[in-house]
């Protein structure tokens, strides 16, 4: 069976500093893979998705990026994080055929003081 | 385009009485439909979806949903609820006309309250 792990689990950094958020899949080859973020236990903002290595589109203008250097490994990451990088951050993964539904990980808690 | 729309941020129910939440969606083509659940400080956990065939479908936990397709509507129903229900509730839709490399679009989420 197919499953996904996020880590840190939780995680809490200052303004300015780096990032680096990494979720991987298992039990499945050439999944989609995707980054949201939650803000106060609402809805899902779609950061990046990921069709293939090295495949990465952005949905929306940030200092985030994410990167895709392994098949089932997926990273977001920013050089300089601001408050409004705080958030719940959730790493999905789908099947390429079918009814494309998304699984997702446990999700990381990010607060930036 | 495609776009999905839950009307109701908050739906408060006796624990034992039957919960209906909301879902209408808009896409060009037909739709795939999907309901998610997510716990406090959990991610999403797929309850059911729609793909085609008999329009009420069952999933987890007796989570059923009805496809309407002249209401362009995916309500998630239960006939009895738990206290544990309380969750918050996530559609999402996906054009059949759009490539499979196209992100699911979701709701803004629906938070179920069952009050014991």
């Known amino acids: 069976s197919q499953t996904i792990h996020q880590w840190p689990a939780t995680l809490v950094q200052p303004v300015g500093s780096p990032l680096s958020l990494e979720c991987t899949v298992e039990g499945t080859s050439n999944p989609n893979l995707y980054w949201y973020r939650q803000a106060a236990g609402r809805g899902l903002q779609l950061l990046f998705y990921?069709?293939?290595?090295?495949?990465i589109s952005s949905e929306v203008p940030q200092n985030l990026s994410a990167s895709r250097p392994q098949d089932r490994q997926f990273i977001l990451s920013s050089k300089k994080l601001l408050l409004s990088d705080s958030g719940f951050y959730l790493c999905?993964?789908?099947?390429?055929?079918?009814?494309?539904?998304?699984?997702f990980g446990p999700g990381t808690r990010l607060t930036v003081t | 385009a495609q776009s999905v729309a839950q009307p109701e941020d908050q739906v408060n129910v006796a624990e034992g009485n039957p919960l209906t939440v909301k879902c209408t969606y808009s896409?060009?083509?037909?739709?795939?439909l999907f309901w998610y659940v997510q716990y406090p400080n959990r991610g999403l956990q797929f309850l059911l979806k729609?793909?085609?065939?008999?329009?009420l479908v069952k999933g987890s936990y007796g989570f059923e949903a009805e496809f309407n397709k002249s209401q362009t509507s995916f309500h998630l129903k239960k006939p009895s609820a738990l206290v544990s229900d309380s969750a918050l509730y996530f559609c999402a839709v996906r054009d059949t006309r759009n490539s499979g490399n196209t992100p699911l679009v979701f709701g803004k989420g629906t938070r179920l309250s069952v009050i014991a």
């Open positions: 990921s069709v293939g290595i090295g495949q």
């Open positions: 896409v060009s083509g037909n739709p795939y």
């Open positions: 729609y793909i085609t065939g008999d329009n």
């Open positions: 999905a993964w789908s099947v390429t055929t079918g009814s494309y539904e998304q699984y």
